[in-house]
T-cell receptor, first 111, second 112 residues
Framework: NAGVTQTPKFRVLKTGQSMTLLCAQDMNHEYMYWYRQDPGMGLRLIHYSVGEGTTAKGEVPDGYNVSRLKKQNFLLGLESAAPSQTSVYFC??????????FGDGTRLSIL | GQNIDQPTEMTATEGAIVQINCTYQTSGFNGLFWYQQHAGEAPTFLSYNVLDGLEEKGRFSSFLSRSKGYSYLLLKELQMKDSASYLCAVRDGEAAGNKLTFGGGTRVLVKP
């Protein structure tokens, strides 16, 4: 049972480039979340989804877009990367009244 | 909105006890979670409180007082492997997406 899988694990981008981070879960969870974590800080919610075909903004959504076309996948897009988006990105999922399960993270550097 | 405070850093000796406090002011409450995060790794679930009182899981215990907006995580018989960050998080209700709002995390350093 893989749980929550994030790809890629590491990436370096140049300012202005675009990319998509993929999160896949095999637990049939309804709820999925994207967070960012900056040095010395806790996790901040970017966007989330309460089910297939739905998305909603979190605390820090600017500069990011998401899609949940399939229940098991939650994609996070950066249309035009900026140095301020250098961070570690975590995806998480839950079935509802349960703890969130986290992926291993994607370390993204934008030069 | 949600506001969650916890100390930035704590140091303790192997074999000792450490208590990590967390205070919160939230517009919605559907449970408080504690996660452990080792450097460079993902957060892993430790403990959950939704009602007032103490929850015990082996060497780890967590306490909640909803009226005071207060929780603590108690780590007993500290081991070197307990050196990590501990994240306090408050959950919104299901209607708000079961979202978690995290505190900044408390880095615990266990010394021999």
């Amino acid at each position: 049972n893989a749980g929550v899988t994030q790809t890629p694990k590491f990436r370096v981008l140049k300012t202005g480039q675009s990319m998509t981070l993929l999160c896949a879960q095999d637990m049939n969870h309804e709820y999925m979340y994207w967070y960012r974590q900056d040095p010395g800080m806790g996790l901040r919610l970017i966007h989330y989804s309460v089910g297939e075909g739905t998305t909603a903004k979190g605390e820090v959504p600017d500069g990011y877009n998401v899609s949940r076309l399939k229940k098991q996948n939650f994609l996070l897009g950066l249309e035009s990367a900026a140095p301020s988006q250098t961070s570690v990105y975590f995806c998480a999922s839950t079935g509802g009244n349960q703890p969130q399960h986290f992926g291993d993270g994607t370390r993204l550097s934008i030069l | 909105g949600q506001n969650i405070d916890q100390p930035t850093e704590m140091t303790a000796t192997e074999g000792a006890i450490v208590q990590i406090n967390c205070t919160y002011q939230t517009s919605g409450f559907n449970g408080l979670f504690w996660y452990q995060q080792h450097a460079g790794e993902a957060p892993t679930f430790l403990s959950y409180n939704v009602l007032d009182g103490l929850e015990e899981k082996g060497r780890f215990s967590s306490f909640l007082s909803r009226s005071k907006g207060y929780s603590y995580l108690l780590l007993k018989e500290l081991q070197m492997k307990d050196s990590a960050s501990y994240l306090c998080a408050v959950r919104d209700g299901e209607a708000a997406g079961n979202k978690l709002t995290f505190g900044g995390g408390t880095r615990v350093l266990v010394k021999p």
